[in-house]
């Protein structure tokens, strides 16, 4: 039997992590109360899959979907959205981790700024964070650098509340796929940003190393490749031309007998090796342009990654 539609549906990804989710589980519970249904993707976990009890010892309705695979927290989300806006197409919507570092206190927050006018989407943007040094100046460096690529800015995570108009916008987008926030960034969307304070962990360790770190990073560059490449062809575009007149320059002072022995021979050969190279680099770009401009958006049905949806069992039908 279908649950009574609720107001409030969360999102949760969940990959070897079951004693955290069951923590805050409890803690959604104890911050909006029971009308909120529960869809954690259990991302392909083997060594700690998420039991369906764990929602309902809670006091909370819900689902545990179970993935094929392990396909990555973001591609668990996009199931996890395709699955709302199939199912709750009337709900808000919440995105949300399962450890602890999103707090299920902060939801009204996001929900309050939902109910502004002209907000599709109430996203959090952190102004304290627990990770270490290393992982801050990465994270500084990579917004910077993304920002330079792609001219625009990106200062939030998976932690956000969506409107159903925004639900069903981003399960037509392939690159919900790929990147959430980058898709979010891209939907068009109008973006509301509060900033809250990240949580410390319920239990265990992340699950993400540097490496997964930094793929995950530039996954939100292929979502605006043809900027990235427009860009950098205006780069080597103008280096090119400061080459042609370097060049220009130098034959000219060769000319007026100005060169000193050996410079010229020296420069010249430098600014047509530069010519070369970022001619090179003119024509590779604009060929992978092309490709991104005429590439076909490949559409991706959810219930492909789908093994089994268990429903949240209470404590008394155990």
């Given at each position: 039997?279908?649950?009574?539609?609720?107001?409030?549906?969360?999102?949760?990804?969940?990959?070897?992590?079951?004693?955290?989710a069951g923590q805050m589980f409890h803690a959604l519970s104890a911050a909006i109360g029971s009308n909120v249904f529960v869809i954690a993707v259990d991302d392909g976990s083997v060594s700690q899959p998420l039991h369906q009890g764990s929602i309902g010892k809670a006091g909370l309705d819900g689902i545990v979907i179970r993935l094929k695979r392990n396909v990555g927290h973001q591609r668990a989300i996009a199931v996890g959205l395709g699955y709302a806006a199939e199912h709750f197409p009337?709900?808000?919507?919440?995105?949300?981790?399962?450890?602890?570092?999103?707090?299920?206190?902060?939801?009204?927050?996001?929900?309050?700024?939902?109910?502004?006018?002209?907000?599709?989407?109430?996203?959090?943007?952190?102004?304290?964070?627990?990770?270490?040094?290393?992982?801050?100046?990465?994270?500084?460096?990579?917004?910077?650098?993304?920002?330079?690529?792609?001219?625009?800015?990106?200062?939030?995570?998976?932690?956000?509340?969506?409107?159903?108009?925004?639900?069903?916008?981003?399960?037509?987008?392939?690159?919900?796929?790929?990147?959430?926030?980058?898709?979010?960034?891209?939907?068009?969307?109008?973006?509301?940003?509060?900033?809250?304070?990240?949580?410390?962990?319920?239990?265990?360790?992340?699950?993400?190393?540097?490496?997964?770190?930094?793929?995950?990073?530039?996954?939100?560059?292929?979502?605006?490749?043809?900027?990235?490449?427009?860009?950098?062809?205006?780069?080597?575009?103008?280096?090119?031309?400061?080459?042609?007149?370097?060049?220009?320059?130098?034959?000219?002072?060769?000319?007026?007998?100005?060169?000193?022995?050996?410079?010229?021979?020296?420069?010249?050969?430098?600014?047509?090796?530069?010519?070369?190279?970022?001619?090179?680099?003119?024509?590779?770009?604009?060929?992978?342009?092309?490709?991104?401009?005429?590439?076909?958006?490949?559409?991706?049905?959810?219930?492909?990654?789908?093994?089994?949806?268990?429903?949240?069992?209470?404590?008394?039908?155990?």
């Amino acid at each position: 039997m279908e649950p009574s539609l609720p107001d409030h549906v969360v999102i949760t990804p969940v990959f070897e992590d079951s004693e955290a989710a069951g923590q805050m589980f409890h803690a959604l519970s104890a911050a909006i109360g029971s009308n909120v249904f529960v869809i954690a993707v259990d991302d392909g976990s083997v060594s700690q899959p998420l039991h369906q009890g764990s929602i309902g010892k809670a006091g909370l309705d819900g689902i545990v979907i179970r993935l094929k695979r392990n396909v990555g927290h973001q591609r668990a989300i996009a199931v996890g959205l395709g699955y709302a806006a199939e199912h709750f197409p009337e709900a808000t919507t919440i995105v949300m981790d399962c450890d602890g570092e999103d707090l299920p206190e902060q939801i009204e927050d996001l929900l309050t700024g939902l109910s502004k006018p002209r907000v599709d989407v109430v996203v959090a943007r952190r102004k304290k964070r627990l990770e270490t040094t290393s992982f801050k100046i990465f994270y500084f460096f990579y917004r910077h650098l993304f920002r330079l690529l792609t001219g625009r800015k990106i200062s939030f995570g998976n932690f956000m509340v969506l409107s159903p108009f925004a639900v069903k916008r981003l399960v037509a987008m392939s690159e919900l796929w790929i990147h959430v926030a980058g898709c979010l960034l891209v939907s068009k969307l109008r973006i509301h940003h509060i900033s809250l304070d990240r949580g410390p962990r319920y239990a265990g360790q992340s699950k993400m190393n540097f490496h997964g770190l930094v793929l995950h990073g530039f996954r939100a560059f292929m979502i605006f490749a043809e900027d990235v490449l427009v860009r950098v062809g205006v780069a080597c575009a103008s280096i090119a031309a400061l080459s042609i007149m370097g060049i220009s320059l130098s034959i000219l002072l060769k000319s007026a007998g100005m060169a000193s022995p050996g410079w010229f021979s020296m420069a010249l050969g430098i600014l047509v090796l530069v010519l070369i190279q970022t001619g090179t680099l003119i024509l590779m770009t604009l060929m992978l342009t092309g490709i991104v401009r005429n590439g076909i958006s490949v559409s991706i049905n959810y219930l492909d990654f789908i093994d089994e949806v268990c429903p949240a069992e209470r404590p008394d039908n155990v």
